[in-house]
């Protein structure tokens, strides 16, 4: 039997599809994200600690810290879509933003997860020369 290239692109992106499809049909979207979670940002590991704030909006307010007290976040989580967004400042709430950090947030069992890209804001936010790149992976495990 012979299976020519095209067949076996298909065959291997509808058991990909039909996995994705199962597994998101087990993940949750929490409804409250707030506590410490454990948080890794390109190679930095630390804790991101939220807050989320009672609101009767879509997308609620949050704030924190991430890797350290120095670094203070807010910006916002629609629990109905599971996605969260927010700027990590230079120092405290009104300090110049220095990343952007865009994710999804899901449960699986009894474990919530977090997963997304960052970018740098400006040179405070990490190396941003011509070559150097803008958008980088983060996690975080609560």
């Excluded at 890797?67 to 996605?83: D, K, R, T, V």
């Excluded at 220095?98 to 474990?111: H, M, N, S």
């Amino acid at each position: 039997m012979v299976i020519n290239n095209s067949k076996l692109v298909t065959y291997f992106a509808l058991v990909l599809l039909s996995l994705f499809w199962i597994n998101s049909s087990f993940a949750a979207n929490p409804p409250d994200i707030t506590g410490t979670w454990s948080a890794v940002g390109n190679q930095t590991t630390g804790n991101l600690i939220i807050t989320q704030e009672a609101s009767t909006a879509k997308c609620k307010p949050i704030h924190g810290t991430i890797f350290g007290s120095n670094y203070a976040i807010e910006g916002y989580y629609c629990p109905s879509l599971g996605q969260v967004s927010f700027i990590r400042h230079s120092t405290f709430v009104g300090g110049s933003p220095i990343q952007f950090y865009r994710g999804v947030v899901a449960t699986t069992g009894t474990t919530k997860r977090m997963a997304g890209t960052f970018f740098i804001w400006n040179s405070d936010g990490g190396t941003v020369g011509p070559t150097d790149p803008v958008e980088f992976p983060f996690s975080a495990t609560k």
